[in-house]
C-alpha cells in the first residue's frame, strides 16, 4: 500500500496538433470505485487547489453529477462559473463533461473530459485499490496554437490528480 501513497500520477500529453490536444492520466488510490467516485465528485471542494479557481476558493466547487449537469464554481456576488457540461454518468465507472476549462473559455474551443475508475487487479476488500483515469481532449481554434496549452494544462490536471491521491489516501491534500 506504502507504493500506492508514494507513486505519482502517470500525466502525459498525448498527442498536440494545430487543431487540437489530448491528455490522458491516471492515478491509483486506496478506495474501491465507488467511494473513488464519491470522493471525485462530491469532495471537489476538498482536493481542487484553490489557486485554479475564479473565486480563490476551491469549496466553491461542486460537481453536480447528472446528465445536464454542472462542474461549476460559486463567484462573489452571485456569480458563478460553468468550468464543464456534464454529459455522461455511471456512479462509480465513469463521468464526462465537455467544455473548455479556464483561460480556455474565451476561445473557439470544444472539450471533452473522460474519469474511467476501475478497480485494481488483485484488489480486496480488506486492501482496496481503484484506477483512476481522466482524458482531455480539447480541439478548435485558439490563437497562439496550442503548443503551450497543452503541457500547462497537463501540468494543472496533474497536480489536481495529485492532489485527489492524497485526499483519497489520506484525507489531506499534502
Not at 453536480?64 to 463567484?75: R, S, T, V, Y
Not at 474565451?106 to 480488506?126: C, E, F, N, R, Y
Request: glycine share 12%; charged share 15%; proline share 6%.
Amino acid at each position: 500500500m506504502l507504493v500506492t501513497l508514494a507513486a505519482p500520477c502517470h500525466a502525459e500529453v498525448v498527442n498536440v496538433s494545430p487543431s487540437g490536444f489530448l491528455i490522458k492520466q491516471d492515478i491509483t488510490v486506496n478506495l474501491p470505485p465507488d467511494l473513488a467516485y464519491k470522493t471525485l465528485v462530491s469532495d471537489i471542494g476538498g482536493w481542487w487547489n484553490s489557486e485554479h479557481t475564479f473565486s480563490g476558493n476551491a469549496k466553491n466547487m461542486s460537481i453536480d453529477a447528472h446528465a445536464g449537469g454542472c462542474f461549476c464554481e460559486k463567484l462573489p456576488n452571485g456569480g458563478s462559473v460553468q468550468h464543464l457540461a456534464v454529459v455522461y454518468v455511471v456512479p462509480g465507472k465513469v463521468l464526462r463533461m465537455t467544455g473548455a476549462m479556464g483561460p480556455m473559455q474565451g476561445s473557439g474551443l470544444a472539450g471533452s473530459m473522460t474519469w474511467q475508475i476501475t478497480t485494481v487487479p488483485g484488489a480486496t476488500a480488506d486492501k482496496p485499490a481503484s484506477k483512476m483515469e481522466v482524458t482531455y481532449s480539447v480541439g478548435g481554434y485558439m490563437q497562439g496554437g496550442f503548443d503551450k496549452m497543452a503541457p500547462a494544462v497537463n501540468g494543472m490536471l496533474a497536480e489536481q490528480l495529485g492532489r485527489l491521491k492524497n485526499f483519497a489516501n489520506t484525507g489531506k491534500v499534502d
